[in-house]
Protein backbone atom coordinates (compact mmCIF):
# COMPACT_ATOMS: atom_id res chain seq x y z
CA UNK A 1 0.00 0.00 0.00
CA UNK A 2 1.05 3.26 -1.17
CA UNK A 3 0.83 5.81 1.35
CA UNK A 4 3.04 8.76 -0.29
CA UNK A 5 2.25 8.89 -4.15
CA UNK A 6 4.02 11.03 -6.52
CA UNK A 7 1.88 10.36 -10.08
CA UNK A 8 4.37 12.20 -12.21
CA UNK A 9 7.27 10.33 -12.85
CA UNK A 10 8.37 13.29 -15.18
CA UNK A 11 8.37 16.78 -15.97
CA UNK A 12 9.85 19.79 -18.26
CA UNK A 13 10.19 23.37 -17.20
CA UNK A 14 11.08 26.23 -19.21
CA UNK A 15 13.97 27.77 -17.06
CA UNK A 16 12.80 30.84 -15.74
CA UNK A 17 9.32 29.32 -15.31
CA UNK A 18 7.83 28.02 -12.16
CA UNK A 19 8.30 24.16 -11.39
CA UNK A 20 4.97 22.87 -9.61
CA UNK A 21 6.23 19.28 -8.18
CA UNK A 22 2.75 17.18 -6.49
CA UNK A 23 2.12 14.68 -3.96
CA UNK A 24 -0.67 12.85 -2.26
CA UNK A 25 -0.70 11.01 0.79
CA UNK A 26 -3.31 8.53 2.50
CA UNK A 27 -2.54 8.78 5.86
CA UNK A 28 -4.28 11.53 7.77
CA UNK A 29 -1.63 10.62 10.80
CA UNK A 30 1.48 12.11 9.28
CA UNK A 31 2.69 14.78 11.20
CA UNK A 32 5.37 16.24 8.98
CA UNK A 33 5.84 16.09 4.94
CA UNK A 34 9.42 16.71 3.63
CA UNK A 35 10.94 17.20 -0.15
CA UNK A 36 14.14 15.81 -0.66
CA UNK A 37 16.24 16.77 -4.17
CA UNK A 38 18.63 13.80 -5.77
CA UNK A 39 21.11 14.02 -7.71
CA UNK A 40 22.52 11.00 -9.94
CA UNK A 41 24.71 8.23 -8.03
CA UNK A 42 24.32 11.18 -4.96
CA UNK A 43 22.48 10.22 -1.66
CA UNK A 44 18.85 12.87 -1.36
CA UNK A 45 19.10 15.97 0.51
CA UNK A 46 17.07 17.80 2.35
CA UNK A 47 15.28 20.81 0.61
CA UNK A 48 12.22 21.70 2.65
CA UNK A 49 9.14 20.65 5.35
CA UNK A 50 6.37 21.89 6.50
CA UNK A 51 4.47 20.70 9.75
CA UNK A 52 0.62 19.41 9.33
CA UNK A 53 -0.65 22.51 11.25
CA UNK A 54 0.22 25.10 8.46
CA UNK A 55 -0.66 25.42 5.14
CA UNK A 56 2.23 26.96 3.53
CA UNK A 57 6.31 27.32 4.04
CA UNK A 58 8.84 29.52 2.41
CA UNK A 59 13.00 29.21 1.45
CA UNK A 60 14.05 31.43 -0.53
CA UNK A 61 12.68 29.83 -4.40
CA UNK A 62 10.76 27.37 -2.65
CA UNK A 63 7.31 26.98 -1.34
CA UNK A 64 5.75 24.12 -0.17
CA UNK A 65 1.74 23.84 0.33
CA UNK A 66 -0.37 21.64 2.32
CA UNK A 67 -3.81 20.96 1.85
CA UNK A 68 -4.45 18.91 4.00
CA UNK A 69 -8.36 18.45 3.38
CA UNK A 70 -7.42 16.96 0.00
CA UNK A 71 -4.12 15.05 1.21
CA UNK A 72 -2.10 16.73 -1.08
CA UNK A 73 1.26 19.02 -1.20
CA UNK A 74 3.06 20.49 -3.70
CA UNK A 75 6.42 22.28 -4.35
CA UNK A 76 7.00 24.94 -6.39
CA UNK A 77 10.06 26.28 -7.41
CA UNK A 78 10.23 30.04 -8.72
CA UNK A 79 12.11 30.65 -11.39
CA UNK A 80 13.50 27.37 -12.05
CA UNK A 81 17.11 27.29 -12.64
CA UNK A 82 19.32 24.32 -14.45
CA UNK A 83 20.67 23.34 -11.23
CA UNK A 84 17.06 22.20 -10.33
CA UNK A 85 16.91 19.50 -12.42
CA UNK A 86 16.99 16.51 -10.18
CA UNK A 87 14.88 13.41 -8.93
CA UNK A 88 12.74 15.27 -6.21
CA UNK A 89 11.01 12.74 -3.44
CA UNK A 90 8.30 13.61 -1.44
CA UNK A 91 8.14 12.30 1.93
CA UNK A 92 6.01 11.80 4.84
CA UNK A 93 6.70 11.13 8.34
CA UNK A 94 4.95 8.94 11.08
CA UNK A 95 4.84 6.49 13.75
CA UNK A 96 5.51 2.77 12.41
CA UNK A 97 3.77 -0.30 14.54
CA UNK A 98 6.92 -0.02 16.75
CA UNK A 99 5.71 3.14 18.21
CA UNK A 100 9.38 4.68 16.01
CA UNK A 101 8.93 7.66 13.87
CA UNK A 102 10.50 6.92 10.55
CA UNK A 103 10.06 8.94 7.04
CA UNK A 104 7.61 7.08 4.22
CA UNK A 105 8.91 7.87 1.01
CA UNK A 106 7.31 8.50 -3.05
CA UNK A 107 8.49 7.40 -5.95
CA UNK A 108 9.73 10.24 -7.24
CA UNK A 109 9.46 13.21 -10.00
CA UNK A 110 12.51 14.04 -12.07
CA UNK A 111 12.89 17.79 -12.98
CA UNK A 112 14.06 18.59 -15.92
CA UNK A 113 14.97 22.34 -16.45
CA UNK A 114 15.19 23.41 -20.08
CA UNK A 115 17.62 26.42 -21.21
CA UNK B 1 32.63 18.12 9.81
CA UNK B 2 29.99 15.87 10.04
CA UNK B 3 28.49 13.34 7.87
CA UNK B 4 27.70 9.88 6.47
CA UNK B 5 30.36 7.92 4.92
CA UNK B 6 29.27 5.15 2.62
CA UNK B 7 31.88 2.63 1.34
CA UNK B 8 32.79 1.59 -0.76
CA UNK B 9 31.16 3.67 -3.79
CA UNK B 10 31.26 0.89 -6.42
CA UNK B 11 31.11 -2.97 -5.45
CA UNK B 12 30.70 -5.62 -7.83
CA UNK B 13 29.43 -9.01 -6.36
CA UNK B 14 29.35 -12.71 -7.81
CA UNK B 15 26.15 -14.90 -7.53
CA UNK B 16 26.60 -16.77 -4.67
CA UNK B 17 28.39 -14.28 -2.32
CA UNK B 18 27.28 -12.39 0.81
CA UNK B 19 28.73 -8.44 0.44
CA UNK B 20 29.06 -6.07 3.18
CA UNK B 21 27.92 -2.59 2.61
CA UNK B 22 29.69 -0.10 5.07
CA UNK B 23 28.00 2.96 6.66
CA UNK B 24 29.98 5.04 9.50
CA UNK B 25 27.98 8.07 11.10
CA UNK B 26 29.61 11.33 13.15
CA UNK B 27 26.42 13.02 13.91
CA UNK B 28 25.80 11.70 17.29
CA UNK B 29 22.12 10.44 15.72
CA UNK B 30 20.71 7.72 17.35
CA UNK B 31 18.59 6.25 14.09
CA UNK B 32 20.13 4.71 11.36
CA UNK B 33 18.39 3.03 8.37
CA UNK B 34 19.20 1.19 4.84
CA UNK B 35 17.08 2.20 1.74
CA UNK B 36 17.46 0.68 -1.62
CA UNK B 37 16.57 2.70 -4.96
CA UNK B 38 15.75 1.06 -7.90
CA UNK B 39 14.58 2.91 -11.20
CA UNK B 40 10.96 3.99 -10.77
CA UNK B 41 10.49 2.08 -7.37
CA UNK B 42 11.72 5.14 -5.26
CA UNK B 43 13.38 4.69 -1.96
CA UNK B 44 12.13 1.44 -0.17
CA UNK B 45 13.00 0.28 3.34
CA UNK B 46 15.02 -2.35 3.89
CA UNK B 47 16.41 -2.41 7.93
CA UNK B 48 16.07 0.63 10.90
CA UNK B 49 17.66 1.24 14.02
CA UNK B 50 16.49 3.26 16.52
CA UNK B 51 19.22 2.42 19.50
CA UNK B 52 22.33 0.23 19.71
CA UNK B 53 21.60 -3.20 19.54
CA UNK B 54 18.23 -3.46 18.45
CA UNK B 55 16.64 -2.61 14.73
CA UNK B 56 13.62 -3.86 12.74
CA UNK B 57 12.66 -5.28 9.32
CA UNK B 58 12.01 -2.54 7.06
CA UNK B 59 9.43 -3.24 3.91
CA UNK B 60 12.19 -5.35 2.02
CA UNK B 61 14.52 -6.96 4.27
CA UNK B 62 14.44 -10.67 2.96
CA UNK B 63 17.90 -11.68 2.03
CA UNK B 64 19.91 -8.84 4.27
CA UNK B 65 20.69 -8.59 7.60
CA UNK B 66 22.40 -5.64 9.81
CA UNK B 67 23.82 -5.19 13.23
CA UNK B 68 24.19 -2.49 15.50
CA UNK B 69 27.06 -2.56 17.44
CA UNK B 70 27.92 0.84 17.72
CA UNK B 71 26.14 4.04 17.38
CA UNK B 72 28.00 4.99 14.92
CA UNK B 73 28.20 1.94 12.28
CA UNK B 74 25.36 0.13 10.23
CA UNK B 75 26.80 -1.68 8.47
CA UNK B 76 24.40 -4.13 5.89
CA UNK B 77 25.15 -7.51 4.54
CA UNK B 78 23.30 -8.53 1.22
CA UNK B 79 23.19 -12.31 0.98
CA UNK B 80 23.25 -14.86 -1.53
CA UNK B 81 19.35 -15.11 -0.32
CA UNK B 82 18.57 -12.14 -2.16
CA UNK B 83 17.48 -12.64 -5.51
CA UNK B 84 17.95 -9.41 -7.18
CA UNK B 85 20.62 -7.13 -5.31
CA UNK B 86 22.04 -5.00 -8.23
CA UNK B 87 20.38 -1.60 -6.90
CA UNK B 88 21.98 1.89 -5.54
CA UNK B 89 21.65 1.14 -1.73
CA UNK B 90 21.50 4.04 0.63
CA UNK B 91 22.37 4.77 4.69
CA UNK B 92 20.41 7.54 6.53
CA UNK B 93 20.53 8.75 10.07
CA UNK B 94 17.87 11.24 11.97
CA UNK B 95 18.43 12.27 15.72
CA UNK B 96 15.24 9.78 16.39
CA UNK B 97 12.58 11.96 16.10
CA UNK B 98 12.44 12.76 12.68
CA UNK B 99 9.88 15.82 13.18
CA UNK B 100 11.12 18.08 10.09
CA UNK B 101 14.63 17.51 10.13
CA UNK B 102 14.18 14.67 8.60
CA UNK B 103 17.22 12.68 7.54
CA UNK B 104 20.84 12.68 6.37
CA UNK B 105 21.82 10.98 4.10
CA UNK B 106 25.09 9.03 3.09
CA UNK B 107 26.20 9.31 -1.24
CA UNK B 108 25.02 5.75 -2.02
CA UNK B 109 26.94 2.45 -2.76
CA UNK B 110 26.08 0.76 -6.17
CA UNK B 111 26.06 -3.03 -6.26
CA UNK B 112 26.08 -4.99 -9.43
CA UNK B 113 26.15 -8.74 -9.61
CA UNK B 114 27.93 -9.99 -12.29
Known amino acids: DQQVKQNSPSLSVQEGRISILNCDYT??????FLWYKKYPAEGPTFLISISSIKDKNEDGRFTVFLNKSAKHLSLHIVPSQPGDSAVYFC??????????????FGTGTRLTIIP | DGGITQSPKYLFRKEGQNVTLSCEQN?????MYWYRQDPGQGLRLIYYSQIVNDFQKGDIAEGYSVSREKKESFPLTVTSAQKNPTAFYLCASSMGQTGNYGYTFGSGTRLTVV
Open chain 1, 91 to 104: AASGYSNFGNEKLT
Open chain 1, 27 to 32: NSMFDY
Open chain 2, 27 to 31: LNHDA
